[in-house]
């Protein structure tokens, strides 16, 4: 997922032109879960029902995410571990959200745990990258255990139907299917160390999300899950690739909010005129979040505010607050990262 940094030093810029790896998540794969997740928010929109609009369109993007990508491994059995995992992670933070120094805990505690999944394979990375998203968010999002319960539903809802959609596809494309060999876990438990790389990311991980979430919880920004969900997308183990994420971050959401911002001047849409920007910002963060980060980031930053507004949420307010939580999330990584200089290795 991370634009090549082998020979550029932190900062490389080239990264951010450089579109020649592997289109993985193809723009067929892509629009079609774009499409079933602009579907689900037209549903619950003509349903009357905003407030679902919220995690079913999330369960739908982030199972859409987790399928595309390297592998061939059979799209159910992915897709599928992902929804779950999205679920849970949503009810636990939902749960603890309105205690805040549980909520600090709990966050470092499951970067520790995501960051050290994600050692496993490239799959299991980006799983576990979601699932602590997906966390950050209903953490900075609490509510009535009612409402979380429901969310938790509707996630798995977007999930399935997602899921059943792409193997239904993939059975008619007959699809060769080749399943990935994933080392069992109790291997990496054997060669735990404190010295591996990826050990030393969970904790500076731990720590950054614990430091971003106490920030989040006593400001009292709207959206506040803002903050450490962009220190859980930034984190890598090597200081290089931590730089590049950082660089591609900031310009992705600078451009994505200035595209929104120009949205709203010009056109100034209201309502259901949000889903065609849904759709847009939805098909671009599944086609590139392999591929290229920053394209990505525009995708995210378009999808999320398009979503939001569709609930009735003031856009223009928001836009701002962003850039700023963004700005102090990469503040925090880059500082994170650099106090370890063992990062530097690769």
Known sequence: MDPSTSGHGPWNLSSLLDFSRPAHAAWSDAMRGAGITTLLGWIALTLNAPRALLPLTLGSVFTAIAETGQGRDHPWRTMAWTTSWLMVAAGFGAAIGENTPLAVFASGAMGFICASAASRDKRTAVTSLLTL?????????????????????????????????????????????????????????????????????????????????????????????????????????????????????????????????????????????????????????????????????????IWIIAAFALVGDPVIDTLWNRMLDTTIASAIVLMAVWIDPRASES
């Open 133 to 301: 998203v997906v966390f950050t968010i209903y953490v900075g999002y609490p509510g009535p255990i009612v409402p979380a319960l429901q969310d938790m539903g509707l996630i798995l809802l977007g999930g399935v139907i997602q899921t059943l959609v792409c193997s239904v596809v993939r059975a008619f494309q007959q699809v060769k299917h080749e399943r990935l060999c994933i080392p069992p876990i109790w291997r990496h438990l054997r060669t735990f160390r404190t010295s591996d790389a990826h050990v030393r990311h969970g904790i500076r991980l731990a720590i950054t999300l614990m430091v971003a979430t106490a920030i989040s919880e006593s400001t009292g920004l709207p959206h506040q899950y803002w903050l450490p969900m962009s220190v859980a997308w930034m984190s890598r183990a090597q200081l290089n690739s931590t730089c590049q994420r950082v660089l591609h971050r900031l310009l992705g959401t600078l451009i994505g909010l200035g595209f929104i911002a120009l949205v709203v001047r010009w056109i100034g849409p209201q309502g259901a005129h949000w889903l065609p920007l849904s759709l847009l910002g939805a098909g671009i963060l599944i086609a590139y979040v392999w591929v290229h980060y920053a394209a990505a980031v525009v995708g995210v930053t």
